[in-house]
């Protein structure tokens, strides 16, 4: 449902021209004074994104955060604000609010992040966080997912795969490594990795109108992934082509400014792992021929 419906919404907002990048993307860049906003907002809600039976509630409140400042750094911006609304179930919503909240304010001590306001209600349903990040980057510095040129290498940061076995609740936004990339290289496309490597992979070539030829062993697994494998009848290259939740970055650049970044300490692993090219669609390059692969992964809704 989410794709159309978005696609209808990108219809319906009026271009105001404060919007640089409106609905599409990780997040929204305004127009301000001095270098541009950039806005995102995300909503889980119990039962569809979180079990609070099975969940902490203060590992799920610091998740709300942190897949916001995800997608911030998939922008290359920098995070500087929440703005926090509680949907609370009537029954222990004093005892809910506070557990939610230890682990907001856990995130937003360790990012540095002033919570800048919110809205707490209580009604007749599911405990549902939504928290909205704002931040800064320099003007015209954003890392769209627009941005891929034919040629550019693809790298991937961290490793991917079986975030289910926890890790997924404690992401490590990949902040630093935005920044670090900002100062070192030109990032012409990112995404952040939330619905799975090939997924997320593609809606990048989409966004780009290109194509992705991937050296498909040098996807880096998780060691997570493998131990999944033991008991999931996958095997661990299928969890880490289409596990969603890593909030792990994929980024190109020139293969120039990309083999410059090989001894550097960019405060995250990045792993090259394929080129873009003008072939539309994702491909495994492998002794000289190509096969084309399936993006697979988690799609909102359906
Ligand atoms: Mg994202």
Known sequence: ME??????????????????????????????????????????????????????????????????????????GKPLSILVTLSLPKQNSTRIAGEVYEGILEAAAEFHLSI????????????????TLLGCV?????FLRSGAMQGDAILVSGAVGGSIRGRHLRPVPRLELAQRLQQSVVVTSAID??????????RLCAASGLGAELDTEKIPIHEDARTLAKS??????????????????LITMSQKHADSLADQNMGAPLTQIGNIVGRTGLWQRQQGKLKRLSPQGYIHGS
């Open 138 to 142: 320099e003007h015209g510095q954003a």
């Open 3 to 76: 794709h159309s419906f978005l696609a209808y919404l990108r219809g319906r907002c009026r271009k105001l021209s404060q919007v640089t990048i409106g609905i599409g993307d990780d997040a929204a860049i305004l127009e301000s004074v001095s270098g541009q906003q950039v806005a995102c907002v995300d909503q889980i809600i119990d039962g569809v994104d979180f079990l609070s039976d099975q969940h902490s509630l203060a590992d799920v409140g610091y998740k709300s955060v942190a897949i916001n400042l995800s997608d911030m750094a998939a922008m290359g």
């Open 232 to 249: 999931s009848g996958r095997t661990p290259f299928q969890h880490a082509w289409s596990d969603g939740e890593d909030f792990e970055l």
């Open 116 to 131: 800048a306001g919110g809205d707490i209600s209580t009604y007749d349903g599911p405990l549902a966080i939504s928290v």
């Open 193 to 202: 990795i939330s619905d799975g490597l090939s997924l997320d992979l593609d």
